[in-house]
């Protein structure tokens, strides 16, 4: 203190990089973490090593630090790949007690519960699934890449509760239900609400797809991964936790009664090597699954069976991109023979199939995803009708 009263530089750092506040963070002494801050010390000083002080305040359990290094925008890079690699919210301030069950799906539970006067949702992870040290540490990682995210197109992340048995972590509570939920109810969209629905999961893709330093592949985009919320918005949500499926011994049945097969590229549940464009493909689905003709969608959609794996119907047996989903494929060759316009839905099909196909077999660096929402301010999708899908953006 008394050096600092001289004027000494509150960033003077010794051979290892490392500052006073690195030092006063490690020894939790809470009053000089704060002067030091006050006298203007860097609060995200790298050490040697990579550290900043809020790393150091977390590998000791100096909370309070912890909270206040935060507070001035601390962060702590090597977190990712420490023993608990996400932000902890204890157990006590979460009333699970009284949690209303909101709906259930291929990894656990998800209750509505309270949280510091909000309601969030807390998503359980089976004990089937947790119980795998491995599969929890793939786990915990995917959470704490989750929580740096930042995006209104995004469902936000809150932590991890610890003091738990089980696995469980909180984010934002979407009261609307998922995009599955609106497509069930109404059937099919107009195209206004298709299109500006479509944005909003295209705005939140091209975030996760621009991500530095790499970027984050969804993998398992469907209708139940997008959530509404209160203002009519989708958000994305549970990127990443496929590769939980992934996972040997996982625990983890992928809900074929929930469809993830139905939008997932092949490339995926076959464990091939994929880049950004599966999420294309799954988009591209979701796309057009939103925007179908109302008597298919009554008529046909809702009939279509949910394979335990989807059938494929291959144009070219060396390249899974060249799969298509034969429902898919199987409307564009039968047509609709309940007294509809027969060209006129057969030609969308077609549309359908060649979006589909261009989707899969995307190979360029380029998101196309980020392509679909930039483009003179206009939504263009190629392989719609230009008409529908060149609305002006919001
Ligand atoms: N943040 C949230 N806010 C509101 N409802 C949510 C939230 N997260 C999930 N839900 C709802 O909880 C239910 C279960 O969601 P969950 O993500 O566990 O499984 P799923 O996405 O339906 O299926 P799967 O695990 O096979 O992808 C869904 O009906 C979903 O709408």
């Keep these: 203190m008394q050096e600092l009263e001289k004027h000494v530089e509150p960033n003077l750092a010794d051979y290892d990089?490392?500052?006073?506040?690195?030092?006063?963070?490690?020894?939790?002494?809470?009053?000089?973490?704060?002067?030091?801050?006050?006298?203007?010390?860097?609060?995200?000083?790298?050490?040697?090593?990579?550290?900043?002080?809020?790393?150091?305040?977390?590998?000791?359990?100096?909370?309070?630090?912890?909270?206040?290094?935060?507070?001035r925008g601390g962060i702590d890079p090597v977190g990712l790949d420490s023993q608990t690699p996400c932000y902890e919210i204890d157990y006590n301030e979460v009333g699970m007690d009284g949690a209303t069950l909101i709906g259930e799906g291929a990894y656990g539970e998800v209750y509505l519960v309270k949280w510091r006067g909000t309601e969030v949702a807390a998503k359980t992870i089976r004990s089937s699934i947790a119980s795998n040290q491995k599969v929890k540490h793939t786990f915990l990682k995917e959470l704490g890449l989750w929580q740096k995210l930042r995006h209104p197109n995004i469902v936000q992340f809150l932590g991890v509760l610890k003091h738990s048995d089980r696995l469980i972590f909180?984010?934002?509570?979407?009261?609307?239900?998922?995009?599955?939920?609106?497509?069930?109810?109404?059937?099919?969209?107009?195209?206004?609400?298709?299109?500006?629905?479509?944005?909003?999961?295209?705005?939140?893709?091209?975030?996760?797809?621009?991500?530095k330093p790499h970027a984050i592949i969804h993998r398992d985009l469907t209708p139940r991964n997008v959530l509404q919320d209160e203002s009519g918005h989708l958000k994305v949500t549970d990127f990443g936790l496929s590769k939980i499926a992934q996972e040997k011994d996982a625990g983890y049945k992928m809900t074929g009664g929930t469809g993830s097969y139905r939008y997932m590229a092949p490339e995926v549940y076959r464990r091939e090597s994929y880049g950004k464009s599966v999420d294309v493909f799954s988009f591209a689905l979701i796309v057009h699954e939103a925007e179908l003709p109302e008597q298919v969608a009554d008529k046909r959609l809702m009939k279509i069976p949910v394979h335990p794996y989807p059938q494929f119907c291959t144009l070219n047996q060396s390249r899974c991109a060249d799969f298509i989903p034969i429902w898919v494929l199987q409307f564009s060759q039968k047509g609709i023979q309940d007294g509809s316009d027969e060209g006129q839905v057969n030609g969308f099909y077609m549309r359908c199939v060649e979006l589909a196909r261009k989707a899969i077999g995307y190979t360029s660096p380029n998101p196309i995803v980020g392509c679909v929402i930039v483009k003179n301010g206009r939504l263009l999708v190629k392989g719609f009708t230009p008409k529908l899908f060149s609305l002006r953006l919001r």
């Design 17 to 71: 990089k490392r500052t006073a506040l690195h030092l006063a963070s490690c020894e939790g002494c809470t009053e000089i973490v704060v002067l030091l801050l006050e006298k203007g010390a860097d609060v995200n000083s790298v050490d040697r090593w990579g550290r900043t002080p809020l790393s150091d305040a977390r590998s000791f359990g100096h909370e309070d630090i912890c909270k206040i290094l935060e507070s």
């Design 170 to 211: 909180l984010t934002e509570y979407l009261r609307n239900g998922s995009l599955y939920d609106i497509l069930k109810k109404k059937g099919r969209l107009d195209s206004q609400t298709a299109v500006s629905y479509a944005l909003d999961i295209a705005r939140g893709m091209n975030y996760l797809h621009q991500h």
